[in-house]
């Protein structure tokens, strides 16, 4: 139990145009996702944290505007990088707390690679 | 501020024993994870302490003193594909993950 998807796995696209990165919950309902990316040879870093029906909290520095985030349902929420750049290049983890049980627990996606040309 | 401090690297012989430390100074604690990761992939969870002690699961154990806000994660019988970066994360009084920057664990024959 505790499977968490993301979608697409790899996406690499030009300049200047968005991006839509999906992640699921799919066998439980998630409260609260978390949107991490992570440069490499860097620890995870969070980006923001989105609950169900409300605006997401964005860390200090994270632009909420070119990052959208959207936590429609308990079981889907998504990124959207907002007019891409090579800078935003970078693995993008998304992570679901369960409705119910222990808040502390997290289940991480897969990540998504994302290159920016 | 909130810190955690983990070594960078490491390098061990497979087959033999390695302790990963982690310390911690938080606004508040409400527990430790330590998480696995290989690279190019997400973390996977190994551990979680909340209370003192040490918590053991096969090859792994991870040990806790919150009085000494300090962690370690023992890992027995090394294999080649334990190598992997280990990140220590600890929950605050918010609820809020911080993360360590990572152990890199190199395995070598």
């Known amino acids: 139990g505790a499977v968490v998807s993301q979608h697409p796995s790899r996406v690499i696209c030009k300049s200047g145009t968005s991006v839509k990165i999906e992640c699921r919950s799919l066998d439980f309902q998630a409260t609260t996702m978390f949107w991490y990316r992570q440069f490499p040879k860097q620890s995870l870093m969070l980006m923001a944290t989105?609950?169900?029906?409300?605006?997401?909290?964005?860390e200090q520095g994270v632009e909420k505007d070119k990052f959208l985030i959207n936590h429609a349902s308990l079981t889907l929420s998504t990124l959207t990088v907002t007019s891409a750049h090579p800078e935003d290049s970078s693995f993008y983890i998304c992570s679901a707390s369960p409705v119910s049980g222990d808040y502390n627990e997290q289940f991480f996606g897969p990540g998504t690679r994302l290159t920016v040309l | 501020g909130q810190n955690i401090d983990q070594p960078t690297e490491m390098t061990a012989t497979e087959g033999a024993i390695v302790q990963i430390n982690c310390t911690y100074q938080?606004?508040?604690?409400?527990?430790l994870f330590w998480y696995q990761q290989h690279a190019g992939e997400a973390p996977t969870f190994l551990s979680y302490n909340v209370l003192d002690g040490l918590e053991e699961k096969g090859r792994f154990s991870s040990f806790l003193s919150r009085s000494k806000g300090y962690s370690y994660l023992l890992l027995k019988e090394l294999q080649m594909k334990d190598s992997a970066s280990y990140l220590c994360?600890?929950?605050?009084?918010?609820?809020?993950?911080?993360w360590g920057a990572g152990t890199k664990l190199i395995i070598k024959p």
């Open positions: 989105s609950n169900e029906g409300s605006k997401a909290t964005y």
């Open positions: 938080t606004s508040g604690f409400n527990g």
């Open positions: 994360a600890v929950t605050d009084s918010n609820y809020q993950l911080i």
